[in-house]
């Protein structure tokens, strides 16, 4: 764990839980266009998780959940490039799902992570989900919050999804106005809050950490790269997911929610993409739970999520006499 200190920089600030206070470190990793920024929670020696969060949000997502898992680990939970503080792709560049798999790699290698444990939130789900499959090896436990490890796209649908995101960023480049708009703060919680109207507000302020940037004498901007909202060009069918499923070798917790990701799929496609899969999981004696909440629950209610992340934590990477009772 040596390189994880080292890369961790100086600047900590104590965070405070109902239970007890605990150590936040701010974390920086250098990579070819800057920097992954992400923070992280627990004992140097502690077994390493990796957090990776969903579609336009930041690691500040699990900011409520972590202080409730078994404090024998280590959670690094990082910005995703173009989200939070982390540094925007190069000009010209697509986001890309194998790109933020390489980006876990980078993160992995600069800390010396051999074998780790990938928790991930909707997107980052399926981020850990690819890289569980990529790099079968590294991975000892996959835990997947609202979310299938995969996002299967109907083969005669990929040619409209490629060209669609290709034409977004020409687009977006063509324009000349390309700066951001600004904010009140208010105004800013406002929009998130629409985007998002499952999140508590509790929990946007805590998203928008992470998630704005201060324009001196004017008021704030969203942090994350305009260009994450654009159609993922790289897509896979569902024979094709199955496939990367069938090589995942770590043991894999599915945290489902009656409220949640599984509403935004017709009954239909429920049965063409989203059940094929689950059965995979359990075909494979993998747990797949279903929880009341919504798709945000990990961080408006993470006392929901919690027993069954660190009940599955504890049997598959800790030793059994640590004690469930144990936390951060």
Not at 148 to 154: A, E, H, I, N, S
Request: net charge neutral; glycine share 8%; aromatic share 8%.
């Amino acid at each position: 764990m040596r390189a994880l200190m080292q890369t961790i920089r100086s600047v900590r600030h104590r965070a405070t839980s109902a239970a007890m206070a605990k150590e936040v470190s701010e974390l920086s990793i250098p990579v070819p266009w800057g920097e992954i920024r992400g923070k992280v929670w627990g004992p140097d020696h502690g077994h390493p998780v990796l957090c990776l969060h969903g579609w336009a949000d930041n690691c500040g997502t699990f900011n409520n959940l972590i202080p409730l898992l078994p404090k024998g680990c280590r959670y690094v939970a990082v910005d995703l490039a173009g989200h939070g503080r982390s540094s925007h792709r190069p000009p010209g560049v697509f986001y890309l799902f194998p790109s933020y798999v390489a980006d876990v790699l980078r993160v992995a290698d600069a800390l010396q992570l051999k074998k780790f444990s990938l928790l991930g939130h909707s997107m980052g789900a399926d981020i850990a989900g690819l890289f569980s499959a990529l790099y079968p090896d590294m991975v000892d436990a996959l835990v997947l919050l609202d979310a299938y490890g995969f996002l299967p796209t109907d083969s005669k649908d990929i040619p409209k999804v490629m060209r669609q995101g290709m034409d977004e960023m020409l687009q977006f480049e063509q324009k000349t106005e390309g700066e951001k708009r600004v904010y009140t703060y208010e105004k800013a919680i406002e929009r998130l809050s629409a985007a998002n109207p499952s999140l508590s507000e509790r929990s946007l302020h805590i998203l928008l950490e992470r998630g704005l940037d201060q324009v001196e004498g004017a008021g704030f901007v969203f942090s994350r790269d305009l260009r994450v909202n654009f159609k993922n060009i790289v897509r896979i069918s569902l024979e094709q997911s199955l496939e990367m499923q069938s090589r995942i070798q770590a043991s894999v917790l599915v945290v489902l929610t009656e409220e949640g990701f599984d509403r935004i799929f017709s009954e239909q496609a429920q049965k063409k993409f989203t059940l094929p899969l689950l059965q995979g999981f359990r075909d494979r004696n993998h747990k797949v739970v279903t929880v009341p909440g919504d798709h945000h629950i990990h961080l408006n209610n993470p006392e929901v999520v919690a027993p069954f992340v660190s009940d599955f934590l504890q049997t598959k990477v800790l030793p059994s006499s640590a004690g469930l009772e144990q936390k951060l």
